[in-house]
Antibody
Framework: QVQLQESGPGLVKSSETLSLTCSVS?????????WGWIRQSPGQGLEWIGS???????YHNPSLRSRVSISVDTSNNQISLKLSSVTAADTAVYYC???????????????????WGKGTTVTVSS | QSVLTQPPSVSGAPGQRVTISCTGG?????????VNWYQQLPGTAPRLLIY???NRPSGVPDRFSGSKSATSASLAISGLQAEDEADYYCQSYDSSLSGYVFGTGTQVTVL
């Protein structure tokens, strides 16, 4: 059974870099799948941040692209997220998710989030 | 600002059938990209409910069903139960944004 667990500082100062880690158990990252980050601001909806395939292919939300870095550490079976120059608008619950695809041809547009972590709350302080 | 629009709330009595709409445009649902649905119970992470328009993952009751047509999609919950009280989100891919987009979310209340 695949399980994902996010971890990282719960408080980050404005203008600094937010760094989170998603630890995956029950499945080896380098076997496949996309792995993504999604966030949810207080009382708001869901926002996709970015996704990475185990081979390094990465896609980012255009609105965050210049500030986002996603990497995979296959030796520790972890996915990492870095978001630079944070502001209060980046205060949110951050989720990592495994992304699977439907059908025979797995184009990037075919993927969906089938397993989610419980999320970790990050508050940006001034 | 989300490119997929959902009604803010829907409600129904136990046992009733409710539907949640998800309206998109030519660069997402209208481009024949699949729609997926997620359920988020209060204080918990989202859970995949429907994928590729109509498919249920194992463990999801058949009370939940999905459909898609042109630039819109729907999630139907039949035989509404108290445990269905949650927020529901649609999700798809958008070619203009080159990324995944979520709907605005719908809160389901069981009266």
């Amino acid at each position: 059974q695949v399980q994902l667990q996010e971890s990282g500082p719960g408080l980050v100062k404005s203008s600094e870099t937010l760094s989170l880690t998603c630890s995956v158990s029950g499945y080896s990252i380098n076997r496949g799948y996309y792995w993504g980050w999604i966030r949810q601001s207080p009382g708001q909806g869901l926002e996709w941040i970015g996704s990475m395939y185990h081979n390094g292919n990465t896609y980012h939300n255009p609105s965050l692209r210049s500030r986002v870095s996603i990497s995979v550490d296959t030796s520790n079976n972890q996915i990492s997220l870095k978001l630079s120059s944070v502001t209060a608008a980046d205060t949110a619950v951050y989720y990592c998710a495994r992304m699977d695809c439907s059908g025979g041809g797995c184009y990037v547009s075919h993927y969906y989030m089938d397993v989610w972590g419980k999320g970790t709350t990050v508050t940006v302080s001034s | 600002q989300s490119v997929l629009t959902q009604p803010p709330s829907v409600s129904g009595a136990p046992g009733q059938r409710v539907t949640i709409s998800c309206t998109g445009g030519s660069s997402n649902l209208g481009a024949d990209y699949d729609v997926n649905w997620y359920q988020q119970l209060p204080g918990t992470a989202p859970r995949l409910l429907i994928y590729a328009n109509t498919n249920r993952p194992s463990g999801v009751p058949d009370r939940f069903s999905g459909s898609k047509s042109a630039t819109s999609a729907s999630l139907a919950i039949s035989g509404l139960q108290a445990e269905d009280e949650a927020d529901y989100y649609c999700q798809s891919y958008d070619s203009s944004l080159s990324g995944y987009v979520f709907g605005t979310g719908t809160q389901v209340t069981v009266l």
